[in-house]
């Protein structure tokens, strides 16, 4: 399976707003869990957002809920995720990446973490800054 493809990262001040595009080569969006990740500068690679590939369920992390949203466009065979009020916190590269169980969380509301997907594009840079 190949990487899927991230675009849309940027430059944006703070209060912003920015579209990520994730999308898949080769297979349909809806046969596997999408999730969306950020790595920051000497920090761990985390979870942000995730859709499930039955129902599309969307779960968030708490850092992004209530700014981000996660969707899919069966169209375009891509999934985007809506970032809102856009804060120096969220400088980071993002990738997106599939999760071959399709559920997303480990518990209701609980993303998976990162190990969990795979496989890793090149990402996208979202740089937050005044």
């Known amino acids: 399976q190949a990487p899927l493809e991230e675009s849309g990262g940027g430059s944006v001040q703070p209060g912003g707003s920015l579209r990520l595009s994730c999308a898949a080569p080769g297979f349909i969006i809806d046969a596997y869990g999408i999730g969306w990740f950020r790595q920051a500068p000497g920090k761990e690679r985390e979870a942000v957002a995730c859709?499930?590939?039955?129902?599309?369920?969307?779960t968030y992390a708490d850092p992004v809920k209530d700014r981000f949203t996660i969707s899919k466009d069966h169209a375009q065979n891509t999934v985007y995720l809506q970032m809102t009020s856009l804060t120096p916190e969220d400088t980071a590269v993002y990738y997106c990446?599939?999760?071959?169980?399709?559920?997303?969380?480990?518990?209701?509301?609980?993303?998976?973490?990162?190990?969990?997907?795979?496989?890793w594009g090149q990402g996208t840079q979202v740089t937050v800054s005044s």
């Open positions: 990446s599939t999760d071959p169980q399709g559920d997303c969380t480990i518990s209701p509301g609980i993303l998976k973490p990162p190990w969990n997907f795979g496989p």
């Open positions: 859709i499930s590939a039955r129902g599309g369920v969307a």
